[in-house]
């Protein structure tokens, strides 16, 4: 079963790059589909993560934002397989 995740971002942003290398690599272990959202394309959406990205959300819940690592966001994904 793919895992629908959404991955808060914006340009210009090295954790958000960062970030994105992590979920792909996660992504080669357990099946994602990565809906990558520019926070600055959505005023309430900037609002409420400018301070954070980036942020991945699963399910609804952020199980990641920031300094994003591997370990954390795999056992956050692997969790529900």
Do not use: W
Not at 21 to 37: F, G, K, S, Y
Request: glycine share 4%; hydrophobic share 35%.
């Amino acid at each position: 079963m793919v895992k629908e995740v959404q991955f808060y971002t914006r340009q210009g942003c090295p954790l958000c790059e960062e970030g994105k290398r992590m979920l792909e690599l996660v992504a080669e272990d357990i099946p994602l589909h990565i809906q990558e959202i520019n926070i600055e394309s959505d005023e309430q959406i900037h609002e409420k993560y400018m301070l954070m990205i980036p942020v991945i959300e699963y399910e609804g819940s952020i199980i990641q934002y920031g300094n994003i690592d591997y370990a954390t966001l795999y056992e956050a994904l692997e969790e529900s397989l």
